[in-house]
């Protein structure tokens, strides 16, 4: 514990991405649908294991190499925009007041449970804006895990705005589940159309322009080529006529095209042993589920609608994180004989 760390900071740093994965788990029942696979998503596109390895590097150009880390990776320059593809970012400026107003306070946390003092904070800030806590409850965790990521000082001095534009926040959650659950009407001979059935993937919920057609079964980055717009204006990772999705292979290759799936889980193939493999090589996700929230868009097919969102970087640190984990054991078991 630093001398300058709240109690409450001190708390948070007890936890490791284990303690972190456990709690997001715990908190799932509770958080409200439409933030529910939202929340899990942020936790992926920031993940504290990645963190703590760039906040320990020795030499930080290396290991960003070493990573073939692109885009915008550092958390603490997106503390106010990285979840605004939560229902709960409206809410943001009063999380966080409330998070640094208990964290200033030095009051031993409520409960030594992290789940139950995240609960504890969405609580309170649901009683002082009239709303309910489960779509407080997402948005709280993002607050914790910012906080302890980026530190007081930085947490504390953004500006705590939400997005000029964020329209997912002006129709009520459960109309918001809805349209994501709602596939395209294919008109009155629509049947004639058999696969060639088509279908909208929206990246952006909180832009009306960010949507693209999708023909059944077309792999989502095939079908998001099909969009010519200037996406490579907007993130430079985005290849010219190539679409809104960053991509720089087909193959589930570079890890360039993964997303967080919004909405519409149930509606694309099942993950595939390769795309399976690798997304874990990549450290975006650890699992065996056959429909995951985050998925390689080169390799995952559509049968319907989709909603998604876009992560700001992408890279290649579980294989160097599964390596360093492997060399410390060694070292440790070395250390023991």
């Given amino acids: 514990m ?49 963190m703590r390895l ?21 958390l603490k320059d997106q503390i106010d925009s990285s979840h605004e593809f939560l229902y709960g970012h409206a ?28 609960r504890s904070i969405a609580n309170r800030v649901a009683l002082k804006i009239g709303k309910e806590e489960s779509v407080l409850i997402g948005i709280t965790a993002v607050a914790f895990m910012t906080l302890q990521q980026v530190g007081m000082a930085a947490f504390k ?23 994501r659950k709602r596939d395209d009407g294919q008109g009155l001979f629509g049947f004639l159309r058999g696969d060639r059935k088509e279908f909208t993937v929206n990246f952006n919920e909180n832009d009306p322009e960010c949507k693209f057609k999708l023909i059944n079964t077309q792999q989502i980055t095939t079908a998001a080529a099909m969009d010519k717009r ?8 985005c290849t010219v006529n190539e679409g809104p999705i960053p991509v720089q292979c087909r193959s589930a290759a570079c890890g360039t095209c993964w997303v967080g799936i919004l909405g519409g889980q ?52 579980g294989k160097f994180l599964k390596a360093q984990r492997s060399g410390d054991s060694e070292t440790q078991a070395a250390g023991t004989r």
């Fill in 2 to 50: 630093s001398t300058n760390d709240s109690l409450f900071e001190a708390f948070l740093n007890q936890h490791d991405s284990k303690a972190w994965d456990k709690t997001v788990k715990a908190l799932a029942p509770h958080i409200h649908e439409v933030d529910r696979a939202a929340t899990q998503i942020w936790f992926a596109f920031f993940p504290l294991d990645l």
């Fill in 230 to 237: 200037d996406h490579y204006l907007r993130d430079p990772r």
């Fill in 157 to 179: 001095t953004a500006p705590g705005k939400i997005s000029a534009n964020h329209r997912i926040s002006k129709s009520s959650p459960e109309k918001i589940v809805e349209a």
């Fill in 54 to 74: 760039l906040q320990s590097a020795e030499n930080l150009e290396e290991l960003e190499r070493k990573l073939q880390l692109q885009g915008k990776y550092f």
């Fill in 91 to 118: 809410y943001w400026p009063q999380v966080k007041t409330a998070v640094v107003e208990f964290a200033e306070s030095n009051a031993s946390p409520d409960s030594l449970e992290l789940a139950a003092q995240i």
């Fill in 266 to 317: 149930e509606k694309l193939s099942d993950v595939s042993g390769r795309e399976g493999q690798r997304i874990k090589e990549f450290g975006y996700i650890d699992t065996d589920q056959p429909k995951p929230f985050i998925r390689l868009a080169c390799m995952a097919q559509a049968f319907g609608a989709v909603t998604l969102v876009i992560p700001p970087w992408n890279g290649v640190f």
